[in-house]
């Protein structure tokens, strides 16, 4: 009676396979200070707005010493952002983000190549990530820039009875 929700897929690459990007009018840059401007678009806008905005608030904040927050910029305005872990000697790739409007512009291949320098710069040999697997446009730039499934999961739930 449980039904499938969720499946992701766990992908990983070799930092050597994401070169930094240089995409004109764009600009990448990697903090491991947690801005308002950074936080403003990944947890007020993206996936953790709303009730759970406080708790996300305060997971990034126990990252304190391991995280690389990357904002890129078009035009001076806050249009991509992107979170890594260090774990070393790999780096979690978490919380991408593209603002609705700018998607389809390669921001983030310029997130991805930002959070990679930065993990280079921290002895990490390797990135992860974890994309749902429904989540076709995400799957084809992680694909793009090197990123290989590596297995998946997904949780189950019961159904509440109507």
């Known amino acids: 009676g449980y039904a499938l929700r969720s499946p992701v897929s766990v992908e990983g690459a070799g ?3 994401l070169p930094a ?3 004109l009018g764009v600009e990448a840059s990697c903090s491991e200070e947690l801005s308002e401007e950074w936080f403003d678009l990944s947890g007020l806008r993206g996936r953790f707005r709303g009730a759970e905005v406080p708790v996300y608030r305060a997971l990034l904040g126990r ?3 391991r995280a690389g ?3 890129v910029r078009v035009d001076g305005r806050a249009a991509a952002a ?3 872990v260090l774990a070393p000697p790999w780096a979690g790739i978490f919380s991408m983000l593209t603002l609705p409007e700018q998607r389809g512009r390669r921001l983030g291949e310029a997130v991805l190549g930002s959070l990679a320098g930065w993990a280079r710069e921290r002895a990490a040999s390797r990135l992860y990530l974890q ?5 076709v446009a995400a799957r ?3 694909a793009r820039v090197g990123f290989t499934p590596r297995y998946t999961y ?3 739930f019961q159904p509440r009875p109507r």
């Open 63 to 65: 990252l304190a010493g």
């Open 131 to 135: 994309v749902e697997t429904g989540n």
């Open 21 to 23: 990007s240089k995409l």
């Open 82 to 84: 992107g979170l890594g």
């Open 140 to 142: 084809r730039l992680y």
């Open 154 to 156: 997904h949780y189950r």
């Open 15 to 17: 930092l050597e396979e």
């Open 69 to 71: 927050f990357v904002l």
